[in-house]
Each structure stands twice: as C-alpha cells, then as structure tokens.
C-alpha cells in the first residue's frame, strides 16, 4: 500500500468514539504500545476530527490522543488534530444545549441537532473544562509536508479565510465567542461535502490547493463504502479520486469499517 521508506507521517480517519478499534489501529502500525502510551518516537500523527458521537466513548478518544500528543512531543514527534464537525456539535452543544438558533428555515438548536447526529449523554457528562479548552484551540485546516489536511471534503472553509492562517484564526475567534449564529454557521459549513467528486471535483480540488497549499487534500467526512457504492467491511484501504488531488480516510469505523491510519505520502497497489 506505499512504497519507499518507512514513512514518519501518519493520518487518522473518523473515530467516532470507538476507542478500541483505533488503539488496535495504532499499535497495528507501532504508533502505540501495549500500555497504550506513545511509541512513535518521531513519528508525525495526525487526526482529520471526529472523536465523539456515534460511538461508546468519545471523550476516552479525545484524552486518549491528549496524552499521545504530551507523550509524542517528549519524543520528538507530534501528535494533533483538526477540528471536525462533531466536535463543533459536542461543544456547541455544551455552551448553548436548546437555545434556539435564530433562523427563517424552521426550529433549530445544537441539542437537537447533536441527538439526531448520534450525540451520547455519556460523552457530554464527561466533558470537562480541560478538554474544552484543548478542543477550542485545535485548527480546523493543516499543512502536512506537501499534503493539505482537512475534516470536511468542501470548499466552505474559504469563507473563513483565503490562507491555513486566517482561517484556523477566524474559526478559533469564533469557538472562543458566543454568538449562536456564528457557531451554527460553523456547524453548517462543516457538514457538507462531495465538492471533489463529479466532473469539477478535480478543477475544485486543484483550484483549493493552488489558493492554500499542498499538492494533495486528505479528508475525512465522507465514509469511503458511501463513496465507492460497497460495504464499509470491504473498505481496506483510503480512497484516492480528483485525479490524484484528494484522499479520502474515513473506513466508517462506526458502521462496521476499518479505522483506518494511513502512512503518507499513499499509493494504492494498482493505480486506476
């Protein structure tokens, strides 16, 4: 599945609470030892979002890899995460629980929204001002050697900025507000995705490289099975489309796919 020397750089697709599975996934890859501390030693590790909801034990995920990044920089590696749309949803939910979101479309809320998006009464009871504090300042777009890594396959980060910079900067203003709409407008933005597939998804792709970065999109989001049209059990390996400019890592963990942690640079066995 790769070539070339033993990679220092690793991505994690979507884990949605299932601690588990990516403990096993990360020692699978010597990332982890079996007292689940960090034995990467310089290694590069990095997480495209998406710790809670959906699964038994998000906030178990989100100490879990806290601990890891403390461990990893003693090391002289790194460990880090973007910031994915259920995370925005675990925190909105925190600070504004029902409050109506002013709106013209009907009824909306975080509350509502965070349990009809898979939302556990255990992950928001465990929840602490500590995490709180570490979620808020985690970026929401990064650059990794030439690859540009973001949670959500779209093109909405734009208008948060037109550099990694100005957009990590104006999405952390936001989370450390309190203006409902700005955080609901976060949380919207978040969700949609699909900008790179299709006819355009290339010219998009490109087009969103050319203006932030990198030669290459890794996201998550978008489970790879709904993509391909196949089973997530059938999902082995990350989803490479838009003519080479954008890989795909999220298995579907929580409908029976893999948690996936993907060296990079990735090729696939057989290029299509």
């Known amino acids: 599945m790769r070539s070339g020397k033993t990679p220092t750089c690793y991505v994690v697709g979507d884990v949605h609470g299932h601690r588990k599975e990516l403990v096993e996934a990360l020692r699978d890859k010597g990332l982890l030892d079996d007292a689940d501390n960090w034995a990467g030693g310089e290694a590069r590790l990095w997480f495209v979002g998406d ?110 900025g037109s550099t990694v910079e100005e957009i990590n900067a104006a999405v952390r203003e936001v989370l450390h507000g309190d203006d409902i709409v700005e955080w609901w407008e976060c949380w919207r933005r978040m969700t949609t995705r699909f900008a790179f597939r299709g006819p355009h998804g290339e010219d998009e792709a490109g087009e969103l490289l050319e203006q932030l970065g990198g030669t290459q999109i890794v996201h998550g989001h978008s489970v790879i099975a709904d993509q391909l049209g196949i089973l997530p059990a059938q999902v082995d390996e990350p989803f490479l489309y838009a003519g080479g400019k954008a890989l795909g890592v999220d298995g579907g963990v929580f409908v029976g796919g893999p948690c996936l942690v993907v060296p990079l640079p990735w090729e696939p066995i057989n290029p299509a």
Request: charged share 25%.
């Open 51 to 160: 710790f809670v909801d959906r699964g038994p034990d998000g906030v178990g995920v989100i100490e879990l890899v806290m601990r890891l990044a403390e461990q990893a920089a003693e090391a002289g590696g790194e460990v880090d995460t973007l910031l994915g749309n259920h995370e925005i949803l675990l925190l909105g939910m925190n600070r504004f629980g029902d409050t109506e979101v002013p709106s013209d479309f009907g009824p909306r809320s975080f509350a509502r929204s965070w349990a009809m998006n898979g939302g556990l009464v255990s992950d928001q009871e465990a929840l602490t001002a500590e995490h709180i504090e570490w979620l808020i300042e985690r970026p929401m777009i990064a650059l990794l050697d030439d690859h540009l890594l973001m949670h959500s396959d779209t093109t909405e980060y734009l208008t948060w």
